[in-house]
């Protein structure tokens, strides 16, 4: 899959954003926010004398839980997908800094996902597949069949180019499609590809989780990976409360991929990410049965981000040097063997030449 148009950004602040529905209601309700509420009879007024020391005994500050929708988008082919990351609210977790959630969907003999050849720098991509057969091809001289449970990890640090197509008579695709950005010590690494033909699995209660990527409830995942972070994938086909231990210094999101689930009292459906913030050490989730969702946390990003089409760097001026390099048939990126395919071009960068 190939991010058709992306738009430069860089990672919010944080703080902004963190500022839900469930915090702005709590500062409402929060006693010391009105304390010359219009209500308040002036003779009830206590008015005390200065001090030096006024802390105030707060209540703790609620955990975020921010609701963003995706936005479609649509990759070679013609396969729908929503896209819930970059968009305008979030444009990272952790180091998780695109996600597009593909299908799921049927298609005609011939058709489905067929991404011509394109290049990349600075990231990770990382494809896990739940319905469908996926033929990844890239410059390096991989050909990998990425099959239901199975995970594609390549590594464009300096550049490689790929292309992507389901396998004939595959009729169904069903896959998310994630960025991992590059920190800046490896972001210019020699490319990699892995194939993970397994995962880790567990079981919380009757919730089976897959470990994609970090390590959860004593394990490892084998995807190999640059900065602190986690992937899981829980998939309940009952009706299922779990818990599930966190680590506070991460920030955390949730994308259900089929079903629904409640968390913090709300109900989050198919292709609603639950932007859940950072400071917990723990996740309460009620999965209706049949739900299928990502959990995917990492900490927060501190360096800046330039996303453009296929692009992750640092700046702007790394980003133009690699869509030359792309245009231009660059040795950087070179030819995918096998592929007889149109290779995809970029759009003009959004900003003016330097
Ligand atoms: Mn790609």
Known sequence: MSAEREIAG???????????????????????????????????????PPSTDRRIAMPPAPPVLQR?????????????????????????????????????????????????????????????????????????????VVRPGQVNLMTAGRGIAHTEASLPGAGRLHAA????????????????FEHHPALPQLRLGGCRVTLLAGSFGGQVAPTRVHSPLLGLELHAPQAEAVGLP????????????????????ERFVADE???????????????????????????????????????VAADKAAIAAAQRDWETGSARFGAVPGDDGEALTAPPLPWAAD
């Open 10 to 48: 860089r990672p919010a602040s944080g703080r902004a954003e963190h500022a839900g529905k469930h915090a702005a209601e709590h500062a409402a309700g929060r006693p010391a926010a009105q304390p010359f509420a219009a209500t308040e009879s002036p003779a009830a007024r206590v008015v005390e």
């Open 68 to 144: 963003i929708a995706a936005r479609t988008a649509a990759i070679g082919g013609g396969i729908p997908v929503r896209r819930v990351l970059p968009v305008r609210e979030r444009r990272t977790i952790g180091a998780w800094c695109f996600l597009d959630h593909a299908g799921p969907a049927g298609f005609a003999d011939g058709g489905g996902m067929r991404v011509g050849a394109h290049p990349h720098i600075g990231l990770q991509t990382f494809t896990w597949m739940i319905e469908g057969e996926v033929l990844h091809r890239d410059s390096l001289g991989n050909a990998q």
């Open 177 to 192: 499609q994630l960025w991992i950005a590059l920190p800046p010590e490896v972001a210019g690494c020699e490319p990699a």
């Open 246 to 265: 966190l680590d506070p210094a991460f920030e955390y999101g949730l994308l259900p991929l089929a079903g629904e689930v409640h968390v913090g009292g």
């Open 273 to 311: 990410l639950a932007y859940l913030g950072g400071g917990r050490e723990a996740l309460a989730l009620d999965l209706a049965a049949g739900t299928r969702l990502l959990l995917l946390g990492g900490a927060p990003r501190r360096e800046p981000i330039v996303i453009w089409w296929n692009f």
